[in-house]
């Protein structure tokens, strides 16, 4: 199976603040890459998919990039409601696998 | 608009059976393969069974094979997790979650678009 690891962790950041989180995978992937945000006792939500496009109704300060091995997706201003666990996926083979997750706290 | 409503979790003993089940609404539920994705407390996202949108084919992640059974009804728009022989390590929040693309080979559509609660199962004695 692919092994996916995201980093940071965890990241403090404030209201506004750009934020920048790194998946990488174990080997090649193409653009095969999905991310997703999760809150607290709720069900995970797709931001985006195919490494860089936006899935419908997701904000537009949300954003991906990336292919092959190396992803990353920035917060370009972070809002209140985007505190929450962010995950990628892979989809290049199956299984899918994700990452670990990394958490945005407020500062 | 979908919705996907998970029931049946609880706790159960080890060595115990449970059946999680999956309402679905608000789309054509027979065209959309569908997963079981779990998360054990305070960690991450881990797939564990996935059925073709006839049900006509299932795979099973390795840490469940031979224990859990995946199946759907396609009349009730309900998806099923049959989960025997329980283990401690089995306790987690259980989420089913449609691909995001319809009528796909299993193996090739693997993002998920809608995803349900979960529903949470304790293996305990």
């Known amino acids: 199976d692919i092994q996916m690891t995201q980093s940071p962790s965890s990241v403090s950041a404030s209201v506004g603040d750009r934020v920048t989180i790194t998946c990488r995978a174990s080997q090649g992937i193409n653009s095969w890459l999905a991310w997703y945000q999760q809150k607290p006792g709720k069900a995970p939500k797709l931001l985006l998919y195919a490494a860089s496009s936006l899935q419908s109704g997701v904000p537009s300060r949300f954003s991906g990039s990336g292919s092959g091995t190396d992803f990353t997706l920035t917060i370009s201003s972070l809002q209140p409601e985007d505190f929450a666990t962010y995950y990628c996926q892979q989809a290049n083979s199956f299984p899918p696998t994700f990452g670990q997750g990394t958490k945005v706290e407020i500062k | 608009q979908v919705q996907l409503v998970e029931s049946g979790g609880g706790v159960v003993q080890p060595g115990g059976s449970q059946r999680l089940s999956c309402a679905a609404s608000g789309f054509s539920f027979s065209n959309y393969a569908m997963y079981w994705v779990r998360q054990a407390p305070g960690k991450g996202l881990e797939w564990v069974a996935v059925?073709?949108?006839?049900?006509?084919?299932?795979y099973y992640a390795d840490s469940v094979k031979g224990r859990f059974t995946i199946s759907r009804d396609n009349s009730k728009n309900t998806l099923y997790l049959q989960m025997n022989s329980l283990r401690a390590e089995d306790t987690a929040v259980y989420h089913c979650?449609?691909?995001?693309?319809?009528?796909?080979?299993?193996?090739?559509?693997?993002?998920?678009?809608?995803w349900g609660q979960g529903a949470l199962v304790t293996v305990s004695s």
């Open positions: 059925i073709s949108y006839d049900g006509s084919n299932t």
């Open positions: 979650a449609r691909v995001s693309v319809g009528f796909c080979v299993i193996t090739s559509c693997s993002y998920f678009d809608y």
